[in-house]
C-alpha cells in the first residue's frame, strides 16, 4: 500500500483525459474537393463552341429533336389560350427551365455517342436507355413536382396582390403589371421567387440528367452531386446559366421558333460542361451521397 508521501504516477499516455487534462483541437487533414475545377468564366463559351459543333456534326436528328421540342411548346401555349388558362403562361415559360434538362436526355446521348466515336442517328436519341435505370423516371417525377410546386406559388403570389378575381385576358396584364404600384409590387415578389425557384432547379438539374444517363447512380445522390458540382464551380456555372437564361429569353421573343437551334445547341452544350467539371468520375464508378454504394 502507498504512503501518503510517494508522488502519484503521471496519467497514461493513451488518456488526455486523465487528471483533467484538454485534449488539443487538431484540425482536420487538408482533403482535394473532388467537385472544384477552378475554371474561369469564359469556359462557358468553350462549352457554347463544342455544342454547336455538336449540332452541326450529323446535324439532321438534332434539329429534329429541337423541332419537336418547338412544336410540343407551341401546342402547348395554344392549348393555354384554347382553354383560358392563359394565366399562366408566364410561369409555364418560366417552368419550361425546370424540366428543359430532362427532355434534352436524348441531346446529351448523342454528344456521348460522338465523343466515343459512335453512330448516332433519330432513334437512338429518342430511345435512351440510362444506366441508372429507374432512377432516371424518378429523376423526372422529382423535377415535375417541382414544376407543379412553382406554377402553384405563382397562382399563390397573384392572389396575394391581386386577389381571388378572375384573370383579366393576356391583353389587360400588361398594363397593369406595369403601370401600377401592385403590378410592379408584384414582378418584383414574383421575379425574386421565381429566381430562387430558377436557381435551385438549375443547379440541381444541370447536371443530374447526364450523370444518370452515363453513371449508375440513384437520383437522389445525382441531384446533390449536381448542386455540388456548381457550387464549386460558381463563376463558371454563374455565367452558363447566363448563357441558357439569354438564349431562352432568344427563344421566347421570337414565338419560341429558335428554340428549333437553341434547344440542341443547349443541350449538347451541357454535355461538354458535365464532362468538363465532372472528369473523369463521368462513366465511372457509382457514387452516391445518401446511399453507400454496394
Known sequence: MLSHTE??????PDNPHAGGAIPKVVPALPRENPHARALPWHTSFRWLRAG???????????????LAVTAVSIAVVWLLFRFRYDYVLLPALAGFMVIGPLVANGLYEKSRRLEAGQRTSLAAMLFVMPRSGHQALFMGVLLLGLFLLWMRSAVLIWALFFGIVPFPGTAEIVPMLMLTPTGWALLITGGAVGALFA???????VFAVPMLLTERTDALSALGISMAMVWNNLPVMLAWGAIVLALFLLSIATGLLALIVVF??????TWHAYRTIRGNRAGG????MFVRPA
Open 7 to 12: 508522488p502519484r504516477n503521471p496519467p497514461p
Open 52 to 66: 454547336w459543333a455538336d449540332l452541326w456534326t450529323n446535324p439532321v436528328p438534332s434539329l429534329a429533336y429541337g
Open 199 to 205: 436557381a435551385f432547379s438549375f443547379a440541381i438539374s
Open 264 to 269: 440542341p445547341l443547349l443541350g449538347h452544350a
Open 285 to 288: 464508378e457509382a457514387e452516391r
